[in-house]
DNA sequence: CGACATGTTGAACCTCATCAACCGACGTGG
DNA sequence: CCACGTCGGTTGATGAGGTTCAACATGTCG
């Protein structure tokens, strides 16, 4: 993105603080806007009639987070930690999005990624086991943390962005098997739990061994 | 889409059949052509390094199959029946994009729904039952049958585009439990079966009542 | 300190997978 | 023409993986 284009993103945007468990975009009302994550996790969820949750996409920093050229969301984007988001009134955005076609593309581009994100997703829903899912959560996890603090790329360690209760509505698991297989993953070394939330992979091949990946992917 | 991009389309497609289990695009291959589904069904599937297999997607006319901007897909398109497709060149049809970001524009809505249909799918593969399954996809079948047969609005029937093991690959189950669920929906009445293919629904509502679905979905 | 939220562990139960037999339709070859 | 194998689908018996319910542990905040 070049700078002119930066500088009236700019214009339009203001930054806003959102405190964990709100929910930003709902199921039902119109998305009056867009946003970049700043920090913070969020999480878009769907819910069947009688209660039953299911997280269907995670963002992290630096993701984008809106819809475009809909007026409203078949899902919800609730907060899942104390976010800093950036944000674009939604028809500023998307005049702006007319004028520079590499916006649009770049949009695009993203919306693709989600996909196959969420058909990777699919596999893991319908196909794992339980211990595979959560696993093949860690191994994710590992693996986005790498390309952050670029360590030596045989080990990981990382803090969980979720609680045990959406880490069960991410993997279609309840809390008790989360937690049984951290500790099964625990006991049996593929994993260390520093605490609660801290976690350890000595070992990226042996996590990605017990996750079932087709292949380890390389980084 | 105006003439004039219709009759540029046309002059760089042209039609293909395709025999029932075929592989159109592979996982590691690059993906040369666009096309469009003119008669019969495309699944899309992901298979782990030990065999088991998911529908992620499934196709039917007039979709379009495709990967836009990128060289390779992370899954399969098969043959789920005979098909016709109209095949258009990568390159040729992608500098007609260019061309025309009207058409981009089209892909991306495109991609937008199906990332939609994803997302519920993948409610349906990490929280719902057998039986709601099964119902759910029955559900989506008979309002995918009213649009076209357009009848009373209430009932419908129409035929499975999909094998029992293809059903199962699409709702994360095994034929067996597939089949066991089919009858159970046809002794309970929700469902007639005419034959192993043909399916009547003598109330809509009842059936979206078993699917579990959050609100029945009006036609 | 007690109350509440979050997470772990245990025991019982249930849904669905597994394994196996069976059925009907179809095509082939003797 | 009929035996035969194959394929897609159904049905039954059994068992394992995960859910459910419940108790307990830990941590945090008033």
Redesign the pocket.
């Known amino acids: 993105m070049d700078d002119d284009q930066l500088v009236k993103l700019s214009a339009i945007a203001h930054r806003r603080k959102v405190p964990s468990g709100q929910i930003i975009m709902s199921d039902q009302e119109p998305a009056s806007f867009f946003a970049n994550l700043i920090s913070g996790t969020v999480k878009l969820t769907k819910t069947t009639s009688d209660g039953r949750q299911q997280i269907v996409g995670l963002l992290f920093p630096p993701d984008f987070l809106g819809r475009s050229f809909r007026p409203s969301n078949p899902y919800f984007a609730e907060a899942a930690s104390d976010l800093e988001i950036c944000v674009f009134p939604k028809d500023a955005f998307e005049r702006l999005a007319g004028e520079y076609p590499e916006l649009e593309h770049r949009l695009f581009e993203r919306t693709l990624d989600e996909l196959d994100a969420a058909r990777e997703w699919m596999l893991l829903l319908g196909r794992k ?3 595979e899912k959560v696993a093949d959560f860690l191994y994710l996890l590992a693996r986005r943390s790498l390309l952050t603090h670029c360590a030596d790329h045989a080990t990981a360690s990382f803090e969980l962005p979720l ?3 959406d880490i069960a509505d991410y993997l ?9 297989q ?2 099964r993953l625990k006991t049996s070394g593929v994993i260390r ?1 520093i605490n ?1 939330r801290l976690i350890e992979v000595p070992s990226l091949d042996a996590l990605s061994l017990v996750a079932g990946q087709d292949s380890p992917h390389p980084y």
Chains 1, 2 share one sequence.
Do not use: P, Y
Not at 172 to 180: A, C, D, F
């Open positions: 086991t339980a211990e609680s045990r209760a279609g698991l309840t809390i008790e098997t989360v937690s049984r951290l500790t739990l609660n």
